[in-house]
C-alpha cells in the first residue's frame, strides 16, 4: 500500500488550511500553494512549504494544474489533496496526477468524469432503483422536439445545462408560450459558460428541499452513508445554511436515501469522500439530482454528528486503506448547524463586498467551531470566492445548536465589510426555520433586506432618550414647562428607537 508522507494542498483560503491540519495531526509534511494575493494568508504561513504560482487570477495561479504537477515532483511531494473549486472536480488533472505518479486524494477521473455530467449521471444510476425527477435523459437541442417532451412532462419544467453548476444554464419555464426564448437563454449561457451548450429537461419541483447524503468508499468496495445535511436555506442557488440532521427526515426516509446514494456511488464505482443531492418534494418524495465528487463545504456537519474527520478518512482511503467503520458503527450525535459567512451585503442583493478586516474577532465556547482562513487587518481579495468562513455549532438538539449559533453570531465581530452573518441570524430566528417548514425559495419568500435595519434594546433605547433629554437641556433653560417639554421629547424618542 502506498505512504503519504508529503501532502500538497492545490487550493487555498479556510479549506487548504483546514486538510493541513489534519495531515499534521497524521504525521504528514505540507505544501502549500499560493497566489500573489495570497502570499500572507494563514494556510501559507501553516504549511511546512509553499510555493507561489503566480499572480492573483486564478487562471494564472490555482489552475495551473501542470505547475501544480511539476511542483510536486521537484518537491518530492506524494500526493495532492484539491480541497474543492479550482481543480476538484477536473478529470484530466487527476489523470495527469495519477500519470505522474502522484496519488489523487480524491476519485477516479472516471467517476469524476461521469458525476460532473448531469445526463452521463442520470444514466449511470438508471440501472439501479433510484428515484429520478420525470424528464429527458439525454441532451435535447431539437425545438419541437423539446417542446414536445416539455408537455409530455408537464409545465412549470427545467431546463439544465448538462455540465451545469450554481445555477448557471438553468432556466424556469412556466408555459409554452416562453419555452423557446428560455431555451436559447440556457443553450447559450450554458456555451458560455461550461464551454458546452447541451441542456436537458426536467419536471420542476415548486416547494423543493435541497438534501444531500454524504458517502465515503474505499478502493476495495465498501461503502457506507454518514447520513444526511439540510441545504435549503440558499441565495442564487447557493447554500448559505446548513444542518445535520435534517428536522424532515424520519428514520425510514433516512436509510432509504442513504441506501439511494450508496447505489449512486456504486454506479460509478466510486472511492473517496462525496456528496449525492436529492430534491425532495412537499409530499417529501425524494428524487437523485447530483453527485459531487468531492469535500463539500458543508462537511463539517457531518463531522459534528457522526464524530468522524473526513478529510482523515479521505487520506487513508487514497492510501488504499479498508474503512475504518462500518454503517453499523456510524450513530447521529445531536445536532450540527453550519452558517458561511460571506463577504457580501445582504442588504444589496446578496452583492460582494470588499475591503479590509478592520476588526475580526472569533466566538469561542464549547460547541463552537470556524473553519477560516483570514485574520484581522487582511483584504478580502477580489479575486476569489467571497467567503470568509464556515461557522458552525453543535448541540444536544437541534434548537440547542440554533440558540449556540444566534449567540455565536453575536459574538463574531466583523468589521470593514459587509457579511452575512445578519441575514443568517435573521433565517434561524424566523418561524419557517424554526418550525423546519421551509424549502429552497426561503429567501424569495420571507427576506426583505429593511429586516435587517439596525434594531436597538430596550436598554439602548433608554439610554439613547436619556442623552436626548440630556443634549436638549443643555441648549435650553430648565424651566419647569421645559422639563415637561423634556419628558414629552424623550417618550417620542423611546418610541422611535423601539
Known amino acids: 500500500m502506498p505512504v503519504i508522507k508529503k501532502l500538497l494542498v492545490a487550493n487555498r483560503g479556510e479549506i487548504s488550511l483546514r486538510i493541513m491540519r489534519t495531515a499534521r495531526e497524521m504525521g504528514i509534511k505540507t505544501v502549500a500553494v499560493y497566489s500573489e494575493a495570497d502570499r500572507l494568508s494563514p494556510h501559507v504561513l501553516f504549511a511546512d512549504e509553499a510555493v507561489c504560482l503566480g499572480p492573483p487570477a486564478s487562471s494564472q495561479s490555482y489552475l495551473l494544474g501542470d505547475k501544480i504537477i511539476e511542483e510536486c515532483i521537484n518537491l518530492g511531494v506524494d500526493a495532492i489533496h484539491p480541497g474543492y473549486g479550482f481543480l476538484s472536480e477536473n478529470a484530466e488533472f487527476a489523470r495527469k496526477v495519477r500519470k505522474a505518479g502522484l496519488i489523487f486524494v480524491g476519485p477516479s477521473p472516471e467517476s469524476i468524469e461521469v458525476m460532473g455530467s448531469k445526463l452521463a449521471a442520470k444514466q449511470a444510476v438508471g440501472k439501479y432503483d433510484i428515484p429520478l425527477v420525470p424528464g429527458t435523459d439525454e441532451a435535447i437541442s431539437d425545438l419541437s422536439e423539446a417542446k414536445r417532451k416539455a408537455s409530455e412532462v408537464g409545465y412549470p419544467i427545467l431546463i439544465k445545462a448538462s455540465a451545469g453548476g450554481g445555477g448557471k444554464g438553468m432556466r424556469i419555464v412556466e408555459n409554452e408560450e416562453e419555452f423557446e ?16 451548450g447541451a441542456v436537458f429537461i426536467e419536471k420542476f419541483i415548486t416547494s423543493p428541499r435541497h438534501i444531500e447524503i454524504q458517502v465515503l468508499g474505499d478502493q476495495h468496495g465498501n461503502t457506507v452513508y454518514l447520513f444526511e445535511r439540510e441545504c435549503s436555506i440558499q441565495r442564487r442557488h447557493q447554500k448559505v445554511i446548513e444542518e445535520a440532521p435534517s428536522a424532515v427526515v424520519t428514520p ?16 460509478c ?47 487513508w482511503i487514497a492510501e488504499e486503506k479498508l474503512l475504518s467503520f462500518s454503517q453499523e458503527d456510524l450513530k447521529i450525535n445531536g445536532h450540527a448547524v453550519e452558517v458561511r459567512v460571506y463577504a457580501e451585503d445582504p442588504k444589496n442583493n446578496f452583492l460582494p463586498d470588499i475591503g479590509r478586516l478592520i476588526t475580526y474577532r472569533r466566538p469561542q465556547g464549547p460547541g463552537i467551531r470556524v473553519d477560516d482562513g483570514f485574520e484581522e487587518g487582511m483584504d478580502i481579495p477580489i479575486y476569489y470566492d467571497p467567503m470568509i468562513a464556515k461557522l458552525i455549532t453543535h448541540g444536544e438538539n437541534r434548537q440547542a445548536a440554533i440558540d449556540k449559533m444566534i449567540r455565536a453570531i453575536d459574538d463574531y465581530k466583523i468589521v470593514g465589510i459587509q457579511t452575512t452573518l445578519a441575514f443568517c441570524k435573521y433565517a434561524l430566528q424566523h418561524k419557517a426555520f424554526v418550525s423546519g417548514n421551509f424549502d429552497t425559495k426561503f429567501v424569495e419568500r420571507y427576506f426583505n433586506p429593511s429586516v435587517l435595519e439596525e434594531q436597538f434594546s ?41
Open 181 to 196: 426564448e428560455q431555451m436559447q437563454r440556457a443553450v447559450s449561457e450554458a456555451q458560455s459558460a461550461f464551454g458546452d
Open 252 to 267: 425510514e426516509m433516512r436509510k432509504a436515501m442513504g441506501e439511494a446514494a450508496v447505489g449512486v456511488a456504486k454506479a
Open 269 to 315: 464505482n466510486y472511492y473517496g469522500a462525496g456528496t449525492v443531492e436529492f430534491i425532495v418534494d412537499d409530499q417529501l418524495n425524494f428524487y437523485f439530482l447530483e453527485m459531487n465528487t468531492r469535500l463539500q463545504v458543508e462537511h463539517p456537519v457531518t463531522e459534528m454528528i457522526t464524530g468522524k474527520d473526513l478529510v482523515r478518512e479521505q487520506i
Open 458 to 498: 430596550d436598554s439602548e433605547s433608554e439610554l439613547l432618550a436619556a442623552l436626548a433629554v440630556e443634549f436638549l437641556s443643555k441648549i435650553s433653560p430648565k424651566t419647569t414647562s421645559e422639563n415637561n417639554s423634556n419628558e414629552v421629547i424623550s417618550t417620542s424618542w423611546r418610541n422611535r428607537l423601539k
